[in-house]
């Protein structure tokens, strides 16, 4: 099997600092933690960021912020990967600027519009999948394709066959948001199974279902993704009180199955990242 990916979530749209006093909010803390994963083993990065009240955001200023204090640590090659979803009612351009701008070597992908959480609808329209996908391309950023349900990897496999997007692809199934896919060992093997051929993936789960998800990834070769954006507890009642935790446990259960943990140099590699 391919060496395992750690991908590090550090902080999402949610939690704040009510729900887990761990969870890194500013630029510094962000940056820190993300240090502090990679020195853990983790390989890659996937930024979000909040303003100064804990809010989703996708205030270019705290990405530029971020990601200038992650870059001066020199000894640290960490991937990094930009969300393109950091709250919503957002224009298409507000959505696509940092990685613009930034030119880090991954930015998520949200493949189809979902209602997100019995909430809000989530919204990831075609015109904007094609803008999205074009400038991705133009900027050599890779898509980290996430996938909520099978119907957005379909959407995925139209933009492949419009030259949109462009092989290899790299998928991350996101399972356990209500208004998407349930986290079951089920569904992975279905989502696993309609794979198109040559793609790399990787899965987590929100919630109780989320050490689960993270043992089959491992054992089918996939990848991983551990942090608070999906979930901030260790265990049942217990609070992570740093992302590292996270990336260690990955780290005790690869090595239990004897699957080693990829470097970030290994990672490119294995994602054909070219720059
Ligand atoms: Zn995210």
């Not at 493949?111 to 400038?135: I, S």
């Not at 099978?150 to 290899?168: I, R, S």
Request: aromatic content about 8%.
């Amino acid at each position: 099997m391919e060496k395992l990916i750690i991908t590090v979530a550090p902080t999402g749209a949610w939690p704040t600092k009510k729900d887990t006093p761990y969870v890194p909010i500013t630029p510094e803390e962000i940056a820190q933690e993300v240090y502090n994963c990679w020195k853990a083993g983790a390989s890659i990065a996937h930024i979000h960021v909040r303003e100064d009240d804990e809010s989703p955001s996708m205030n270019f200023d705290k990405f530029k912020e971020t990601v200038t204090l992650i870059r001066e640590r020199k000894d640290c090659d960490i991937i990094l990967n930009l969300t393109t979803s950091g709250g919503i009612g957002l224009t298409d351009e507000e959505r696509m600027k940092p990685f613009v701008e930034l030119r880090p070597e991954m930015a998520s992908f949200d493949a189809g519009t979902m209602n997100w959480q019995h909430r809000t609808v989530f919204e990831n329209r075609p015109d904007f999948l094609e803008k999205l996908a074009q400038t991705q391309k133009e900027n050599k950023v890779k898509p980290e394709l996430e996938i909520f349900d099978a119907g957005m990897l379909y959407n995925t496999l139209y933009l492949v066959e419009k030259g949109l997007l462009e092989p290899p692809l790299h998928y991350q199934f996101c399972l356990g948001v209500p208004g998407g896919t349930a986290a079951t060992v089920e569904n992975f093997m279905h989502m696993k199974s309609i794979l198109p051929q040559g793609a790399t993936f990787s899965a987590f789960a929100i919630g109780r279902m989320h050490l689960t998800i993270l043992f089959m990834t491992i054992i089918t070769g996939g990848h991983v993704r551990v942090g608070m954006e999906d979930n901030v507890l260790l265990s049942k009642g217990v609070l992570a009180t740093s992302n590292v935790e996270f990336v260690e446990r990955v780290k005790r259960v690869a090595k239990e199955f004897q699957r080693e943990i990829a470097t970030p140099a290994e990672a490119r590699e294995i994602l054909g990242l070219k720059r």
